[in-house]
């Protein structure tokens, strides 16, 4: 008995139990830290006469918003402006992507080029702007070329596009009694046509048949489009011209300086780091691949769209997806160009009320809420590229 | 008779002497058919890209060389680079970068290969700033002495490979002497950190959010892949969490929130703006890490458990130098982005050389020279960047040459 107690593991040595002793430890650190850091806020909002809580929320904002693309007036809701602010971020976010995508896929397809020089220019423009800061760039966008456009009275006029140190106006589409049928009738005629286009490539691979499915599904397509002004009679939309009045723009849609610059900033810093990812997709796939789609004879843009891109996608998407999450989160940058976002709002929100923790506490839930919708979305077209192994 | 005249064609070559090839496919004809005009699309594209950039060359070219007003960069060139550092403290930062210069030439002597193009892009700095026109004798004083120390000392990692040591202890020590110098710390008369500022700041920044962050990342990595369930989610919280949200927000956190929840206790605003970007590069300097962690393949671990190594061991002598080589690119990226983040500190009201720039441009004496001050600061983060992201690729292929 009493050998077998000598030779026993004491407890602390026991490898069973070291793990949960340490986490133990950890944990009893972080709350005696957590505890320390919550009372500490505590007693100081206490001490400012704030009380902790989100009810202030509901309180009247008193501030205008310049641009804004919902309803909203300085006697709305805090919550109101802090939506505004949001969709304003979602805009910026949207419009960013779409555009650095497509900037970057060309330079990255540039980089790659047979022709020196198209190679040598898309090189300097990558170098260029990925080792300068955005912050940087969006002052030189915005103080030095944005706002030194000429001003209203003397405006430049480009057909029916007005640039100014105002902002841009640009044509926009005004909605008309048919609109809704319109739009009804032409995803019905677009559903129709990926329809048709597939069941016909399906029974072209069956039968060996030649059947025209580009052509039938467009003409499908046309055809549901032509039943829509037979019935509605008149145009899908009209075009709402801007004009000027006085020093102020007057319908269409005016792009403000802000968004502009921000705009501008975004896309060409992102699609720098679109470009090199890329390049990189792109020469990630092995020669072979190309050699063996040449040796079929298929033609150059066949190898690309077929053989090359699909291969490439799969090493894209999964970098490119956080550069559309750094791009968003970057857009937090406008503040500093007084285009109002998401930061911006809460800012002028925190200043109001001076309540940090809570209006941080939202900013952060939902940049984290925009993070994990994007990350969905390009997870759900990670999964459509991804290989199918047998 | 085919067959005849078939056989004919291919004795004939043999006789010939061999022919040079066209001279439409060598030398400088060949060169740019084969580059630029190899068939008609490609021609037009040249041509339309060769005029755009040949107009935007020559625009930049005039607007650098007659239509800017430079003198805004030259006549405030102390006040951008430096901030409100006092003027009779600034030797300081002159001894430091004296130092720098000496370690930088030691390391170049017996470094070479990778070293080359920081010394020479550092010393061709100095060089061009030595020739500038307009700036004190006393200022160009000590850019010759800074250019003689890189220069000397490089001759002396040259000639004494033994140097290598106390070269390392210099740069492991040099963190703390930066900031005994630049502060005073009680001992030389203190420089409070609301007189920080400019590109001096901006380095400060990232150079302490860089060397904190990588310890703290690495802890992070580990403990995002250790077996204890509250540990891995704590750190996994925390990555996720900072890697969800802007810069901005963890700025204002460190601005708004931290004095708080200190109780009090005033937070430095610049220590607040260290610690916002420790904690946000951390983050990243730890998925960095965990990729490298990902990569090493299971016969590591096992090998070394079967070595008899403890977790302790294995981790820091067997796992870690190979992870952290595999992506050594990857972390030198996020050292530029940290770098070029520091930018972001005018948001919380620091004076680092963005805001400088942008009140400059505010003063009446200076108006509609926007594009002078921003181009420059532009130049200035260029430099710098570009000089890292260059020797990060040497870096790499050199250590995978190692590898072969």
């Known amino acids: 008995m009493k050998n077998e107690k000598s030779t026993a593991t004491p407890f602390w040595r026991d490898t069973r139990v070291i793990p949960i002793l340490l986490q133990i430890l950890f944990v009893v650190i972080v709350v005696i830290v957590g505890t320390f850091l919550f009372t500490n806020a505590m007693t100081g909002l206490d001490r400012l006469g704030i009380k902790f809580g989100f009810d202030f929320l509901s309180n009247t904002a008193f501030f205008d918003i310049g641009e804004k693309e919902i309803e909203y007036t300085p006697k709305d809701s805090y919550f109101r402006a802090y939506l505004v602010g949001i969709v304003n971020t979602i805009k910026v976010g949207i419009a960013g992507i779409i555009l650095a995508s497509i900037v970057g896929v060309l330079v990255g397809i540039s980089r790659l080029s047979n022709n020196w020089l198209v190679r040598k220019v898309s090189t300097i423009y990558v170098e260029i702007f990925r080792n300068t800061p955005l912050l940087v760039q969006i002052f030189i966008w915005y103080l030095a070329v944005i706002l030194q456009f000429p001003k209203i009275e003397e405006e430049m006029n480009l057909g029916p596009f007005f640039i100014s140190n105002r902002g841009t106006a640009l044509p926009w589409f005004d909605a008309t009694s048919g609109s809704?049928?319109?739009?009804?009738?032409?995803?019905?005629?677009?559903?129709?046509?990926?329809?048709?286009?597939?069941?016909?490539?399906?029974?072209?691979?069956?039968?060996?048949?030649?059947?025209?499915?580009?052509?039938?599904?467009?003409?499908?397509?046309?055809?549901?489009?032509?039943?829509?002004?037979?019935?509605?009679?008149?145009?899908?939309?009209?075009?709402?011209?801007?004009?000027?009045?006085?020093?102020?723009?007057?319908?269409?849609?005016?792009?403000?300086?802000?968004?502009?610059?921000?705009?501008l900033a975004l896309v060409v810093y992102t699609s720098t780091y679109i470009a090199e990812i890329v390049r990189g997709g792109?020469?990630?796939?092995?020669?072979g691949q190309v050699e063996a789609s040449k040796a079929l004879g298929l033609k150059n843009s066949t190898t690309m769209s077929k053989v090359i891109f699909p291969q490439a996608i799969r090493i894209i998407i999964p970098p490119v997806t956080s550069q559309y999450l750094n791009l968003i989160k970057n857009s937090s940058l406008a503040m500093a160009v007084g285009f109002p976002e998401l930061v911006y709002v809460s800012q002028t929100v925190l200043n109001q009320t001076g309540r940090a923790i809570e209006n941080i506490t939202l900013v952060i839930l939902v940049y984290l809420t925009l993070s994990v919708i994007t990350s969905i979305i390009m997870n759900i077209f990670n999964k459509k590229f991804q290989l199918v192994e047998r | 008779m085919p067959h005849m005249s078939s056989q004919a064609n291919l004795q004939q070559p043999q006789k010939r002497a061999e022919t040079p090839p066209p001279k439409t496919s060598v030398g400088v004809i060949g060169w740019l058919r084969q580059n630029l005009f190899s068939s008609w699309a490609n021609s037009l594209l040249t041509v339309i890209v060769g005029t755009a950039a040949f107009f935007l060359l020559k625009a930049i070219f005039t607007w650098v060389f007659f239509g800017a007003e430079w003198h805004v960069v030259s006549n405030e060139l102390n006040f951008l680079l430096i901030g409100r550092y006092p003027e009779e403290e600034v030797w300081r930062i002159w001894t430091l970068l004296l130092f720098f210069h000496a370690l930088l030439g030691l390391s170049w002597g017996f470094g070479k290969g990778i070293m080359n193009s920081i010394a020479y892009t550092i010393g061709g700095l100095l060089f061009i700033s030595m020739l500038l026109p307009f700036i004190e004798m006393s200022t160009r004083i000590w850019i010759i002495a800074n250019l003689a120390t890189l220069i000397s000392f490089f001759f002396i990692g040259h000639k004494f490979p033994k140097v290598k040591k106390i070269t390392f202890v210099g740069w492991f020590l040099s963190f703390p002497i930066v900031i005994f110098f630049i502060n005073g710390l009680g001992i030389l008369p203190n420089v409070s950190t609301n007189l920080w500022g400019g590109f001096m700041l901006n380095i400060l920044l990232a150079v302490v959010?860089?060397?904190?962050?990588?310890?703290?990342?690495?802890?992070?990595?580990?403990?995002?892949?250790s077996k204890l369930p509250i540990?891995?989610?704590?750190?996994?919280?925390?990555?996720?969490?900072?890697?969800?949200?802007?810069?901005?927000?963890?700025?204002?956190?460190?601005?708004?929130?931290?004095?708080?929840?200190?109780g009090g206790i005033e937070v430095d605003e610049v220590v607040g703006a260290m610690v916002a970007l420790t904690m946000f590069s951390a983050a990243y300097m730890a998925e960095n890490v965990r990729g490298g962690l990902q990569s090493l393949p299971r016969g590591q671990f096992e090998a070394s458990q079967a070595l008899g190594l403890n977790s302790t061991y294995t981790t820091v002598f067997v796992v870690l130098p190979q992870a952290l080589k595999a992506?050594?690119?990857?972390?030198?990226?996020?050292?530029?982005?940290?770098?070029?983040?520091?930018?972001?500190?005018?948001?919380?009201?620091?004076?680092?050389?963005?805001?400088?720039?942008?009140?400059?441009?505010?003063?009446?004496?200076?108006?509609?020279?926007?594009?002078?001050?921003?181009?420059?600061?532009?130049?200035?983060?260029?430099?710098?960047?570009?000089?890292?992201?260059?020797v990060s690729r040497r870096l790499e292929k050199s250590l995978s040459v190692g590898n072969r």
């Open chain 1, 282 to 287: 792109i020469q990630a796939v092995s020669k």
């Open chain 2, 209 to 225: 959010a860089i060397v904190c962050s990588f310890p703290l990342g690495i802890l992070l990595a580990l403990g995002r892949r």
């Open chain 2, 327 to 390: 992506v050594i690119p990857a972390i030198v990226g996020q050292y530029i982005a940290i770098f070029k983040d520091t930018t972001l500190v005018l948001i919380i009201g620091l004076l680092d050389i963005l805001e400088i720039g942008l009140s400059m441009i505010a003063k009446p004496e200076y108006i509609g020279l926007d594009m002078e001050v921003l181009v420059f600061g532009a130049v200035v983060f260029f430099i710098f960047c570009y000089l890292m992201a260059h």
């Open chain 1, 180 to 263: 809704l049928l319109w739009i009804i009738f032409s995803i019905v005629g677009l559903i129709a046509a990926v329809v048709i286009r597939s069941r016909l490539i399906n029974k072209q691979i069956e039968t060996g048949k030649i059947t025209h499915p580009g052509l039938w599904s467009i003409a499908v397509f046309i055809g549901t489009l032509l039943l829509a002004l037979l019935i509605t009679r008149s145009a899908p939309f009209t075009l709402d011209y801007p004009s000027i009045n006085g020093r102020l723009y007057e319908g269409g849609y005016t792009l403000t300086t802000g968004f502009q610059a921000m705009l």
């Open chain 2, 231 to 262: 540990v891995k989610y704590f750190c996994v919280i925390y990555i996720e969490v900072i890697r969800g949200i802007p810069l901005i927000t963890v700025l204002f956190m460190a601005k708004f929130m931290l004095p708080l929840f200190t």
